[in-house]
């Protein structure tokens, strides 16, 4: 398996060279920004129907304390916990790379099953499903990848999350291709840095929603439909073409 990865590797960076080296007039096309600067803030009203939210810094997310260098590519993002009449509450977060911004590669590192589980999250295995369908007044969303993450404390507490995340790249959702999301699968990893070199890199979001009550069980509230709605016409809601190829 060693000499395996060893000639991908070579493989990766003869075929990354020789790309580079290939002129391509589309490359200066994609530098276009497509969203009027703001457009995530600008989709989500501070206050849905009883809900009321408040902004979170950039800095409180796990994309910095891991990976801030790459923090600094971000196009835009949104980071806000919205808070229902009865207490409980969820957060969402999303990342916007405007086309040209950043490659497939980099963005797809910011999975909580990487990021969360290199800062000492454990993921509830029992929990993972990596195609949670969800819908909203009928209308389905693209398929979550779902779980519940756990964070050991002291005296034997835990602290506990449930999430649901996408990485959507070009209007589509992206399959990683493997269990957890942790490595990145070697073949996806060629395939996009093929795609990049012939193509430049596309529009990309990345979109968690988190929280310490099960995310299922908020379904049944009006105002957090309302939320999913408005995350579904921002990039979400499936497309008759979509697959996850």
Known sequence: MKY??????LITMLVGFGLTMWPNEKLKEVEVFTHQSGHLKQAFPEKIGAMTSVDKPLGNTEEVSHAASDILDVSEFLHRQYNLPDGRDFTVYIS???PGKSDIRSASRHTPDRCWVSNGWKIDQSTRNNND????????LMDAYFRFYDYNLDFGKKYRRSVWFWHIVNGKRYDYKTKDNYTANPFVYLKNMIEQALYGSPEQ?????DSATDLHSLLKEKDFQEFLGILGKLVLFKKETDTNE
């Open 4 to 9: 395996f990865y060893a000639i991908f590797a």
């Open 96 to 98: 916007y790379w405007n």
């Open 133 to 140: 369908h969800i819908s909203v007044s009928g209308k389905p």
């Open 205 to 209: 979001y990345f979109v968690r929603v």
